[in-house]
């Protein structure tokens, strides 16, 4: 079945410090999503894309569409702390007539004091 | 970007007990609706998928007659755990999707936990 690749799983950072992330497939994707989720809340969407190539900045996140459809980073610059939380990517296709979502496994963002 | 609230978002309940779920949205009309399950420190697994006017759709594994969808209205989900385990703890999280069906908008989720 369709999978998403994302890496890296966690990460531990400097306050300040630049970000990336990013998801892969072996799936085409009509829409890529990055979401970030605190603890024992649900995703909140940061970035949406819908084509291929598009990059959408959101104050300090940047994320692109890859160019084959099927991949995506997110970027995240400056670090602060209230960035630490998981962050899932999420890939949208069409699956027998249904739009379906495919979630990555999240990438942790912690930052170090 | 439109809202989903879910209640209650904490639910204690001994074994073999039903609980029921609500997920509405708060501004907008979802036609279509998805229950998430969330284990610690893993991704959403997709449960279902809830159609108002129709049957929901599960997703490979997950029992229909144990988890129970119904969408009752263009705003109503609701997901029932019946005859609730200990296993059966856990995060789940409803989502619908905006007016132009690209994103999805996540609830606050519902901590279950089953004694």
């Known amino acids: 079945g369709q999978q998403l690749n994302q890496s890296p799983q966690s990460m531990f950072i400097q306050e300040g410090e630049d970000v990336s992330m990013n998801c892969t497939s072996s799936?085409?994707?009509?829409?890529w999503l990055w979401y970030k989720q605190d603890p024992g809340e649900g995703p909140v969407l940061l970035i949406a894309l819908y084509k291929a190539g598009e990059l959408t900045s959101n104050g300090r996140l940047t994320a692109q569409f890859g160019i084959t459809r099927k991949d995506s980073f997110l970027n995240i610059s400056a670090s602060i702390p209230s960035d630490v939380g998981i962050y899932f990517c999420?890939?949208?296709?069409?699956?027998?007539?249904?739009?379906?979502?495919?979630f990555g496994k999240g990438t942790r963002l912690h930052i170090l004091p | 970007g439109a809202v989903v609230s879910q209640h209650p978002s904490r639910v204690i309940c001994k074994s073999g007990t039903s609980v029921k779920i609500e997920c509405r949205s708060l501004d907008f009309q979802a036609t279509t609706m998805f229950w998430y399950r969330q284990f610690p420190k893993q991704s959403l697994m997709l449960m279902a998928t809830s159609n108002e006017g129709s049957k929901a759709t599960y997703e490979q594994g997950v029992e229909k007659d144990k988890f129970l969808i119904n969408h009752a209205s263009l705003t109503l989900s609701t997901l029932t755990v019946t005859s609730a385990h200990p296993e059966d703890s856990s995060f789940y999280i409803c989502s619908a999707p905006g007016l132009a069906g690209n994103t999805q908008y996540f609830g606050p989720g519902t901590r279950l936990t089953v004694l």
């Open positions: 799936s085409i994707f009509n829409t």
């Open positions: 999420a890939g949208q296709l069409r699956v027998n007539r249904d739009d379906k979502i495919i």
